[in-house]
């Protein structure tokens, strides 16, 4: 059995925003498989179902980012699965960029207080990952603002297109092991025109 996580935030105020790219995977995951997000427990919002042959069970923490742990260590606890090789975490990431994803199979929280609060939950940071590229903040502007605030229009298509391919590479971390979806869908960054020329 798989738990599959995507992060976020549960406000109405927070659909669409960077830090509810997590969100945005969940439900992509849920309508390529039918499954219905609905039961609330484990300080979630969870379905349950099958994901590329596996029983899975899908969460939307609704603790606020930064209690995500709780939610988690609760699913596991109850289910019994091994997080070293059954969850699966989906969060938004600023050092890729829009439309970027990268999947690791273990690594520090770079940062992203979810992330932190997962590790602590857990007491380590061997869990597969699906980091979701949602652009560096511009200068000036802070940190907290930049992720709770919304894509810009000229890049939803991006977005779009890499929720996409991190639910068909979540399928394929299932059927196939982390390691073919790490070479089939981390993407490197695009060059910029000046590094083409």
């Known amino acids: 059995m798989y738990i599959i996580v995507g992060l976020g935030n549960p406000d109405r105020k927070y659909v669409n925003t960077r ?25 979630a919002v969870i379905g349950k179902g099958m994901v590329a042959g596996q029983k899975a069970v899908l969460v939307k923490p609704i603790t606020y980012m930064n209690l995500s742990g709780e939610s988690v260590r609760s699913v596991i606890d109850f289910y019994k699965v091994d997080e ?30 979810g992330l932190k609060n997962i590790i602590l939950h857990l007491g380590h940071d061997s869990f597969i990952r699906v980091r979701m590229g949602v652009g560096d903040k511009p200068p000036k502007l802070d940190l907290a603002d930049y992720v709770l605030g919304h894509f810009l229009q000229e890049e939803r298509e991006a977005v779009n297109e ?14 196939e092991g982390p390691d073919a979806a790490m070479n089939q869908y981390n993407t490197r960054k695009r060059p910029t025109q000046e590094e083409e020329s």
């Open 19 to 43: 830090h509810n790219i997590g969100f945005e995977v969940i439900d992509a995951i849920a309508e390529r498989n039918d499954i219905v997000l609905g039961e609330q427990k484990h300080k």
């Open 84 to 113: 070293k090789s059954e969850l699966i975490v989906i969060s938004d990431d600023i050092s890729l960029d829009v439309g970027q994803i990268r999947i690791r199979k273990r690594g520090s929280a770079g940062g992203h207080n």
């Open 162 to 175: 890499s929720v996409r391919n991190a639910a068909l590479a979540i399928e394929t971390i299932i059927a």
